[in-house]
C-alpha cells in the first residue's frame, strides 16, 4: 500500500551524497517490471534505440546486503538508505531531462512510470522538490517535468489530498502562460489537471467552471481540459459521467447571459473559426466549443438570439471538415428547443448567394470560394443532427428534411465530402426515426427518391477499390428506409438489387483490393484494412437481404430476392461466385432459422436454385463448395418444412448413409477469398447444424431432394444443368452433366417434353470440350431412350441436316443399348427405302419436308451403324442392298443437283447425303475407298453439277483400283437399274460407274465381254444424250480392244517432248493426257515406258510454276497406280527417289500441289506396302503438327533404310529451296535425323550447308506454333556437338 502522507523532507545534499556513494555499488541489484504503454508524446523509432543501447533497470530498489555488517545496521536506517538512493535516481532523471534526446527521454519516462507504480509518493514528493528547488529550469525542461507528472498521477492508484491540491494549483499556474513552445506547454500542464480528474473529478471541475463563469471568456487550455473530460470515454464511469454530462449543462444555463455581451460572442465565434494546427483534427478546446455554444442556444429562451448567432455561425468557413461537423453539432443542440428557428436558418442559408454559386459551381477556386466550396455539406450534417437531437418531435420533418437533403445531393459538386456528409446525415435521420415507435404510422412521401439518390452513390463507387465504409452506410440506410412506408414497389425493389449486387460482388478479390490500396499516390485515411471493410460491407448487404424477407415472408418475395443473384451465382469470376453463394446461403439459413413461410404457396422455381447450388458444390473454390453445400440443406430443410406443413402426418426421410469422401477423390476445401477460412474437413464444415442432411456429400443431398421435387421443379433442374452445360467453365460443364445423368437415372422414365430436352443438349453438344462430361451427357440419353425412344427419334431427325459428328455421337447414344438399337435402327431403314422421290426437278415445296427427312434417316442409319450389333446391320446393308445404298444417296441427290436439268440443291442437302456416304465407307471396312478419295480432295466434286460426274467416275475407280469386294454385287444391281429403271438419273449413275467398273478384273465374272458389249450396246439407244456418251466412251475400252495398248504405249515418247514445251498450259495438258493414256491402259501398263514417265515427271517436281509441279506429281501418282499389279522392280529406285521430294512438298505454298503431293506419297507407300498403312493416311488427311511430321519421317526412314543416305542428300539439297516452307520442313526432316543418326549427319553437311541449316533453325524458332520453336532451340543447341564430332 501506498502511504497516504508526504513523507518527511530530507536533505537534497546528503541524498545526493549518497547517491553518489551508491551509484557504483555492485550489491545493487536491477528489478525490471512490466512493460507499460508509451505515452504519445514519446513516439519515435523505438527499436532503433532498443538496439543500440544495453538493458536499462526500469526500477532500482536496494535489495538486502550480504554482508555481516550490513546486517548489524538498524532496519529503519536501511528503509532510508533505499529511499534515498530512489529518490536521488528519481531526482538525476528528472535533471537528465533537460538534455535527452527523444529516444533517452522515451526510456526515462518508462523507469519513472514504474517507479511511480512501487513507490508513488517518493516520485511526487521528488518531482515537488525539483520544481520547487529549481525555479529558473528551461520551459522545455518544464514542459518534459510535466509530461513526467502526468505519467506518474495517472499510473498512481490513489493520489492524496494534498497532492492534488499542491499540482492543480501548479497546473493552474502554468497553463495559461504564454511560452516560446505555444500550445504545447499549456497542453502538458492541463493534461496535469487531466490527470488529476482520475482521482478527483467534481474538485477539478469546479475550478473549471469558476474559470467559465468569470463572464470573461475563458482561456484556451480551460477549454482543452473541459474537451479532453468531455470526449475521453475511460476517465469516467457511466454514473460519473452522467453527473458531468448535468453538470455540463447547468454551467451552459448560467453561460446564456454571456450571449448578450458584446465582448464574449466575439470571442468565441473567433475562436471556433480560428484554423487549427491541422484541421484533419479537431483540437479537444474546439470540440468542447461548440458543444458548449449548442448547449448554450439551446438553453436560450429568445429564439431571435439564437437565430442571430446561428447565423453568424454560418457565415464562418466551411472549408475543413471539423469545422462543419463542429457547426452540425452546435445547429443540432440547438435545435432540441428551437427546431423551428434552427429550420428557418438552415432554409435561409440554403437560398443566399454563396450556396446558390458552390450549388451551381461558379467558383473561381480563390480562398474565398474555398471557404464556401462545401457550405452544402454542413447544411447535410446539421439536417442529420438536427433529426438526431430533436427526436420525439422530428417525425412529422422527416419529409422536409429528405426533401432537403436529396436536394442538395443533386445540385452539390460532387465529391467525396460530400457524400459522405450524405451518408453520415441519413444515418442520423434514420437511427432517429427507427428510435420513434411510431414511425410505421407514418407515410414518407420521399424515401422512394431518397432510394435512387443512394443507387446512384452505389454506382459511383469505384470498382477497384474499397477505401471507406460507404458501401457499408449505403446499405445500412436502405435496410432501414425499407422498413419505412410506402413499401417499394417490384420494378424499384428491382433496380435497387440489382445495384447493390454489382457494387458488393463485382468487386476484386481482396489481395487485389489490399494492392490497389498500397499503389495509391495519395494513399485515402484507411481506419480499417480492406478484409475488415468487406466483412462488413457483406454483413450489411446480408441485412438488407433478410429485412426484405421479414417484411414479406413469402415464396414468391424468397424466389424474387435469389433470382437477382442468378447471375452473380454464375460468374465466370471465383471471388463473385463465391460472395454470391455466401449471401444466397446467409439468407436461407435466417429464413430458416427465423421465419415461416406459407405452407399452402407453393416454391418458386427451386428446381433452378438446386441446381445453381448443386453445381457449385463442385466449385474449385473450396469456400464456395462450403457455402453451397451449407445452402443445400438450409434449402432441404425449408423444403420439408413445407412439406410437413402440407402433410403433418409424414415425416422427411434422411438417407442413413453419413457422407464419404467424393467420387474423385477431391478434397472439399481448397482455400477462399471471403469472410472465413474454410474447415479443412467436411465433418467440421457445419458445426453448428446437427441435422443430418448437413453431414452428407453435395450428390446425395442432390438425390434426397430430388426426391421431393415435382414435375415442374425438376424441368427447372434439367433446365438449368443443361444450360450449363454451355458455360466456359469446366467444372460447371462436369458438374452439370453430372447432375444430369443422377436426375434422369433417378426419374428419367416419368420426365415430359423431352423432345425439348433433345434439342437443347444437341445445341450443348457441339460446344462441349470435356470428354467426362461429353460421356456423361450421351450416357444420358441413353438412359432416356429406354422410355422415350420415339420422341427423341424424331427430334433428332428435325436436326441431322447435316449431320455432323455430334449428331452422330447423339445416334450412337441413342442406340447404345441393344433393344433401343434394334428399334431406332429398324425405323430408320423403313423410312429410308419408302422415301418419297420427285420426279421432276422442279417438285419442291409441301415434297421438300418429307424428303428432308429421308436424307436424315439416312446419315442417321449411318450413325447407328457404328456401334456393335448395328454396325452388323450397317454391313449386311452393304452387302445385299449394298449397291441400292450408294444409288440410293446418289440418285435422289443426282436429281437435285439437276444433272441435265441445271439446276442445284440446298447446300444442306448436298452435305447430307455426302456425310452419308463418307460415313458408309469409312465405317465398313471400305477406308481404302475412302482414302483415294479424301486425299484428292475430290469430296468437293459431288457439290456442284459440273463437277458431280467426275466424283462418281472417281469413287468407282477408288472401289477398282482397291479391288473392292462389293464390285460385284454393285455390278449386279447396275445391270438391273440399266435394264429396269425408268429414272433416268438411274440409268445415268449406273452407266458412269459401269464404264469405270470395265477395267475390273472382277467384272467378266459376273458380265462377260459378249455380255458386256451388249449392254453397252443398248445404251447406245437410251434416251438420254449422257447415258449414249458414257455408252460410247466403254465400248473403245482395251478391255475390247487388247490391240490399243500397243498404239497407246509407242505414243508416249512423242508426249515426253511435249514436257519442255515453253507455254505452261501445253505442258500441263500434255502431262494430263498421259495420266489418262495411262489409266486407260488398265492391267497392261505403260511397260518399259514406265521409267520413261517416272522420271521425266520426277524431273518437274521443283519447277517454279505450280501448275506444272501439280502435273507432274499427279502424273506420277498415276504411274504408281498402273504398276500397282505389275513388276516394281524398274520403278522401285524411282519411287525411293520421289518420297523425299513429294514428302517436302506437302508443306509446298500450292495447295493444288500440296494436295496431289499427299496423294502421290500415299499412292507410293501403298505400292511399296507400308506398315500402318490406316494411321499413315489419317496423318496425311488430318494431322498437321508436328507429331505428324515427325510420324512420316519414321514412316519413310523405317521402310527405306538402305536408302538413307539419299534421303539424306536430297533433303540437305532442299535447304535451298527458294520456297521459305519446303526449305523449314527439310530443317526439320534434318532434326530428326540429327537426333537419331547423328554420325551419318556429320559426315554428310559441308559448312555451307551447315551454315544454311543453322541459319533456317534459327528462323523456325520464330515460328507461331510452339512445339516448332522448342524443337529448333533444342537442335541449335545439340547441332554444333553433333557437326563438330568428326574433327574430335
Keep these: 500500500m501506498d502511504r497516504q502522507h508526504p513523507e518527511s523532507t530530507y536533505s537534497r545534499a546528503s541524498a545526493g551524497r549518497t547517491s553518489s556513494a551508491l551509484s557504483d555499488n555492485p550489491r545493487i541489484s536491477p528489478h525490471v517490471s512490466a512493460s507499460m504503454k508509451d505515452p504519445p508524446y514519446t513516439k519515435g523509432p523505438q527499436d532503433s534505440d532498443r538496439k543500440n543501447r544495453k538493458s536499462h533497470p526500469t526500477t532500482i530498489l536496494l535489495h538486502k546486503s550480504q554482508s555481516s555488517q550490513a546486517a548489524l545496521v538498524p532496519q529503519q536506517h536501511k528503509m532510508f538508505l533505499e529511499e534515498a538512493y530512489n529518490s536521488a535516481i528519481c531526482f538525476k532523471m528528472l535533471r537528465d531531462m533537460s538534455g535527452s534526446d527523444p529516444f533517452h527521454l522515451k526510456y526515462t519516462f518508462k523507469k519513472i512510470k514504474n517507479m511511480a507504480h512501487v513507490s508513488p509518493n517518493l516520485v511526487l514528493e521528488t518531482i515537488h522538490d525539483y520544481f520547487l528547488e529549481n525555479p529558473e529550469i528551461s520551459t522545455r525542461h518544464k514542459f518534459r517535468l510535466f509530461q513526467a507528472l502526468e505519467i506518474v498521477i495517472r499510473a498512481s492508484d490513489f493520489l492524496d489530498e494534498s497532492w492534488e491540491k499542491i499540482f492543480m494549483k501548479l497546473a493552474l499556474e502554468n497553463m495559461a502562460k504564454s ?340 499503389l495509391f499516390l495519395e494513399p485515402p485515411n484507411i481506419e480499417v484494412r480492406p478484409l475488415t471493410l468487406f466483412n462488413k460491407t457483406a454483413e450489411a448487404l446480408d441485412a438488407m437481404l433478410q429485412s426484405f424477407i421479414s417484411l414479406n415472408p413469402t415464396h414468391k418475395e424468397l424466389h424474387f430476392l435469389l433470382s437477382h443473384m442468378y447471375i452473380w451465382l454464375a460468374s465466370e469470376k471465383a471471388h463473385e461466385r463465391q460472395r454470391a453463394v455466401s449471401s444466397c446461403t446467409s439468407l436461407l439459413k435466417f429464413l430458416r432459422h427465423n421465419l415461416h413461410l406459407d405452407p399452402k404457396e407453393s416454391f418458386k422455381r427451386i428446381g433452378q436454385l438446386v441446381g445453381m447450388l448443386g453445381i457449385l458444390c463442385r466449385d474449385p473454390d473450396g469456400a464456395t463448395q462450403c457455402s453451397s453445400l451449407e445452402g443445400m440443406g438450409h434449402l432441404y430443410k425449408l423444403l420439408m418444412d413445407q412439406k410437413a406443413g402440407e402433410t403433418p402426418q409424414v415425416e422427411s426421410q434422411i438417407p442413413r448413409k453419413l457422407s464419404e469422401p467424393s467420387e474423385d477423390g477431391a478434397p472439399l476445401w481448397r482455400g477462399g477469398d471471403q469472410r472465413a477460412t474454410p474447415p479443412p474437413s467436411q465433418e467440421t464444415a457445419f458445426p453448428k447444424e446437427k441435422d443430418p442432411i448437413f453431414q452428407l456429400s453435395s450428390s446425395e443431398v442432390i438425390k434426397e431432394i430430388t426426391q421431393h421435387l415435382t414435375m415442374t421443379e425438376l424441368k427447372d433442374l434439367l433446365c438449368t444443368a443443361i444450360k450449363n452445360l454451355g458455360s466456359s467453365s469446366p467444372f460447371r460443364v462436369q458438374a452439370a452433366a453430372e447432375m444430369l445423368l443422377a436426375v434422369v437415372q433417378e426419374h428419367g422414365a416419368k420426365l415430359q417434353t423431352v423432345a425439348n430436352m433433345g434439342r437443347a443438349l444437341h445445341l450443348r453438344l457441339c460446344s462441349m470440350r470435356i470428354p467426362q462430361a461429353k460421356e456423361n451427357t450421351l450416357r444420358a440419353i441413353t438412359l432416356l431412350a429406354r422410355s422415350h425412344t420415339s420422341e427423341l427419334v424424331a427430334t433428332f431427325l428435325d436436326f441431322s441436316i447435316p449431320l455432323d459428328s455430334h449428331t452422330f455421337q447423339l445416334w450412337k447414344a441413342l442406340g447404345t443399348e441393344q433393344p433401343v438399337s434394334h428399334l431406332v435402327l429398324a425405323k430408320l431403314l423403313t423410312w429410308l427405302h419408302n422415301r418419297p422421290l420427285p420426279t421432276r426437278a422442279s417438285d419442291s415445296g409441301p415434297k421438300e419436308k418429307p424428303y428432308l427427312r429421308s436424307l436424315a434417316q439416312a446419315g442417321a442409319g449411318t450413325g447407328q451403324g457404328q456401334p456393335g450389333e448395328s454396325r452388323g446391320v450397317v454391313g449386311l446393308s452393304w452387302a445385299s442392298e449394298g449397291p441400292d445404298v450408294p444409288l440410293s444417296w446418289a440418285g435422289p441427290w443426282d436429281q437435285r443437283v439437276g444433272f441435265g436439268q441445271g439446276t442445284l440443291p440446298p447446300v444442306g442437302l448436298q452435305r447430307t447425303s455426302l456425310e452419308a456416304l463418307k460415313s458408309l465407307l469409312s465405317t465398313t471396312g471400305h477406308w481404302h475407298d475412302f482414302a483415294h478419295l479424301e486425299l484428292q480432295g475430290a469430296w468437293e466434286l459431288f457439290t456442284t453439277i459440273h463437277t458431280y460426274q467426275k466424283g462418281v467416275g472417281l469413287l468407282a475407280r477408288a472401289m477398282v483400283q482397291n479391288h473392292c469386294r462389293q464390285i460385284k454385287a454393285v455390278l449386279s444391281q447396275l445391270l438391273s437399274h440399266l435394264q429396269k429403271s425408268h429414272q433416268e438419273r438411274e440409268r445415268k449413275v449406273a452407266m458412269l460407274i459401269l464404264t469405270e467398273f470395265l477395267y475390273s478384273p472382277a467384272l467378266l465374272e459376273v458380265l462377260p465381254r459378249q455380255a458386256a458389249l451388249t449392254v453397252l450396246g443398248q445404251g447406245l439407244r437410251d434416251p438420254s444424250p449422257e447415258v449414249r456418251v458414257l455408252s460410247l466412251q466403254g465400248l473403245g475400252n482395251i478391255l475390247f480392244h487388247p490391240e490399243k495398248g500397243n498404239l497407246l504405249r509407242r505414243q508416249l515418247l512423242f508426249f515426253f517432248e511435249g514436257f519442255f514445251q515453253n507455254d505452261e498450259t501445253v505442258v500441263v495438258r500434255i502431262m494430263n493426257t498421259v495420266s489418262d493414256v495411262l489409266h486407260r491402259l488398265g492391267w497392261q501398263g505403260a511397260g518399259a515406258q514406265s521409267l520413261g514417265v517416272a522420271i521425266n515427271a520426277r524431273s518437274f517436281f521443283d519447277d517454279e510454276r505450280d501448275k506444272i509441279r501439280a502435273a507432274a506429281m499427279a502424273l506420277f501418282g498415276a504411274l504408281v497406280a498402273a504398276m500397282a499389279d505389275g513388276e516394281l522392280s524398274s520403278l522401285r529406285t524411282q519411287v525411293h527417289q520421289s518420297m523425299v521430294p513429294l514428302l517436302l512438298h506437302l508443306k509446298d505454298q500450292c495447295p493444288a500441289v500440296a494436295t496431289q503431293a499427299k496423294f502421290a506419297f500415299y499412292r507410293c507407300a501403298m505400292l511399296l506396302r507400308w506398315q500402318l498403312r490406316h494411321t499413315l493416311f489419317c496423318t496425311l488427311a488430318w494431322e498437321r503438327g508436328l507429331s505428324a511430321r515427325h510420324f512420316l519421317w519414321t514412316c519413310l526412314m523405317t521402310h527405306s533404310q538402305e536408302e538413307f543416305s539419299i534421303h539424306l542428300s536430297q533433303a540437305i539439297s532442299y535447304l535451298h529451296s527458294h520456297h521459305h516452307h519446303i526449305k523449314m520442313w527439310a530443317a526439320l526432316f534434318i532434326g530428326y535425323t540429327i537426333c537419331h543418326h547423328p554420325q551419318a549427319v556429320s559426315q554428310m553437311v559441308n559448312n555451307v550447308d551447315t551454315n544454311l541449316l543453322l541459319r533456317t533453325f534459327e528462323d523456325l524458332k520464330k515460328d507461331p506454333e510452339p512445339c516448332i520453336r522448342e524443337f529448333a532451340t533444342r537442335q541449335l543447341s545439340f547441332l554444333p556437338e553433333v557437326l563438330a564430332r568428326p574433327q574430335q
Aim: charged share 20%.
Design 179 to 518: 511560452t516560446e513552445l505555444e500550445d504545447a506547454f499549456q497542453d502538458a500542464a492541463s493534461n496535469v489537471l487531466v490527470a488529476i480528474c482520475k482521482h478527483s473529478w467534481r474538485a477539478v471541475t469546479q475550478h473549471l467552471e469558476a474559470e467559465l463563469l468569470t463572464g470573461v471568456f475563458p482561456h484556451r487550455s480551460v477549454l482543452y481540459v473541459m474537451g479532453v473530460l468531455s470526449s475521453d470515454e475511460e476517465l469516467f464511469n457511466e454514473e460519473d459521467k452522467a453527473s458531468w454530462e448535468e453538470q455540463l449543462t447547468q454551467i451552459a444555463v448560467k453561460s446564456v447571459p454571456f450571449l448578450n455581451t458584446d465582448v464574449w460572442p466575439k470571442e468565441l465565434l473567433w475562436a471556433l473559426s480560428k484554423p487549427s494546427q491541422t484541421q484533419q483534427e479537431q483540437p479537444p478546446e474546439k470540440a468542447f466549443l461548440f458543444t458548449y455554444y449548442g448547449l448554450i442556444l439551446q438553453a436560450e429562451r429568445n429564439g431571435a438570439t439564437v437565430k442571430t448567432h446561428l447565423r453568424a455561425l454560418l457565415e464562418t468557413s466551411h472549408q475543413w471538415p471539423k469545422q462543419r461537423e463542429g457547426i452540425a453539432l452546435t445547429m443540432g443542440l440547438a435545435a432540441v428547443q428551437h427546431l423551428d428557428d434552427v429550420w428557418a436558418i438552415l432554409e435561409q442559408f440554403g437560398r443566399s448567394a454563396p450556396i446558390k454559386w458552390s450549388l451551381h459551381s461558379f467558383s473561381r477556386k480563390s480562398l474565398e470560394d474555398l471557404r464556401w466550396k462545401w457550405a452544402s455539406s454542413t447544411i447535410l450534417l446539421a439536417y442529420g443532427q438536427v433529426a438526431a437531437r430533436a427526436r420525439a418531435h422530428i417525425l412529422p420533418w422527416v419529409d422536409n428534411i429528405l426533401s432537403r437533403m436529396i436536394f442538395y445531393f443533386h445540385y452539390s459538386s460532387w465529391d467525396e465530402t460530400l457524400k459522405q456528409s450524405f451518408l453520415t446525415a441519413i444515418l442520423m435521420l434514420t437511427a432517429a426515426i427507427s428510435r420513434d415507435e411510431g414511425a410505421h404510422s407514418y407515410k414518407f412521401s420521399q424515401v422512394p427518391e431518397l432510394l435512387q439518390c443512394l443507387m446512384v452513390l452505389m454506382e459511383k463507387e469505384p470498382q477497384d477499390a474499397l477505401c471507406t465504409q460507404s458501401r457499408q452506410q449505403t446499405l445500412s440506410i436502405i435496410c432501414s428506409l425499407c422498413k419505412l412506408r410506402p413499401p417499394l414497389d417490384s420494378q424499384k425493389k428491382s433496380q435497387l438489387l440489382s445495384t447493390c449486387f454489382r457494387s458488393v460482388f463485382a468487386l476484386p478479390p481482396l489481395e487485389a483490393l489490399e494492392k490497389h490500396t498500397c
